[in-house]
């Protein structure tokens, strides 16, 4: 892999980790770690490889480059005693800097190839998650469609064992009238004809009936209003989960479908929607205090 260019920045890092690496004591890497001018922070970093005392390093921020230099040299001089040894040094040095260079090569190809590994690990991690997510949402949604295709089947039930029970008292009542005129043709035999008891029409068997017809035009409602609400909601992937969540509690808590579908729109926020409920409802006792005290006057008025 060919050496990408560095900022100054990434090379004072990189030349930290060395320093850290070298075992250079922190009271020195804080000093290389100021915000200084690039030259001078450059000949401090040298000084500070070469194991120059941390007091004269302090002071060296502040100084010109030319006794930045001097200092260093001096320094040099006073340890290695003659110029044999001094460019021995230097070509230590040299090498030492060389080799660190390589090192803080090879240092930024592997922390790159670091990074990336854990970039690709993190973007995988993250489409398991999304997938994850998703699959998790699915069952849900199914979870609960299941929930009111049963709800729907129990009340079918219950309508199917009600209509029965009518069947069975209807039955009875046509068993009971039909006794009732049987009994009434043998007593006018024998009672004069006004004692006769005169038998109404079998007006419960009619209004029973009636009833049966309306339970189940409304339960036929009923269910045409669930699969509106499924097919609205439930099955649209506009709404988000929590949206869902809360257009089932409304129908939980007995409110019509139709005033919740009034309320179901993608473009509306949870919060947006109950408090429109909420609104409506406030409107709704308004609206029945009125006719109340409408009604209350004209009764008083009619009272005196």
């Given at each position: 892999?060919?050496?990408q260019?560095?900022?100054e920045v ?6 930290l980790?060395?320093?850290q690496w ?8 804080g000093i290389l770690?100021?915000?200084l ?11 500070a490889?070469?194991?120059m005392p ?8 502040t100084?010109?480059?030319e ?6 040299m ?6 290695f005693?003659d ?6 040094a ?10 660190l260079?390589?090192?803080s090569e090879?240092l ?6 670091g990074l990336?590994?854990v970039?690709q690990?993190l ?6 998650l999304?997938?994850k997510s ?10 609960q ?10 009340e079918?039930?219950?309508?199917q064992?009600?209509?029965?029970n009518a069947r069975?008292?209807?039955e009875?009542a046509?068993t009971y ?11 006018k035999r024998?009672?004069p004809?006004?004692t006769i008891?005169t038998v109404e029409p079998e007006?419960?068997?009619w209004k029973?009936r009636?009833?049966q017809?309306m339970?189940?035009?409304q339960?036929?409602?009923r269910k045409k ?13 506009e709404?988000t989960?929590?949206?869902s ?6 129908l939980?808590r007995?409110?019509k479908?139709e005033?919740v579908?009034y309320?179901a729109?993608p473009?509306?926020s949870v919060?947006?929607m109950e408090?429109?409920?909420k609104?409506?409802?406030k409107?709704r006792?308004?609206a029945t ?6 009604k209350?006057y004209?009764?008083?008025?009619e009272?005196h």
């Open positions: 892999m060919e050496a260019a560095i900022t990434e090379i004072k890092e990189q030349q980790v060395i320093a070298m075992q250079v004591p922190e009271e020195i890497i770690n100021q915000e001018p690039w030259r001078i922070r450059e000949w401090v970093y040298l000084c490889l070469d194991q941390a007091e004269i390093l302090e002071k060296m921020p100084w010109e480059l006794k930045i230099q001097r200092e260093r001096e320094f040099l001089q006073k340890k005693q110029i044999d040894l001094l460019e021995r230097m070509k230590e040095n040299q090498d030492r800097l060389e080799i260079a390589a090192n090879r930024t190809t592997v922390v790159q190839d990336e590994k970039l690990d973007t995988k991690e993250k489409e398991e999304k997938q998703e699959q998790l949402l699915q069952e849900k949604r199914e979870f469609l299941q929930q009111m295709k049963q709800r729907l089947t129990k079918q039930e219950n309508r064992s009600a209509e029965g069975i008292l209807s009875k046509d009238h039909r006794e009732l005129l049987q009994f009434q043709k043998a007593e024998q009672v004809k006004e008891p007006k419960g068997y029973n009636r009833y017809k339970a189940k035009e339960e036929e409602q209003e669930m699969e509106t609400f499924i097919k609205e909601v439930m099955d649209n992937s709404f989960e929590e949206q969540d809360y257009l089932l509690t409304c939980e007995g409110d479908v005033d579908l309320l729109k473009s509306l919060e947006h408090r429109m409920r609104m409506e409802q409107r006792m308004e205090s009125q006719k109340t005290q409408k209350r004209f009764w008083e008025r009272k």
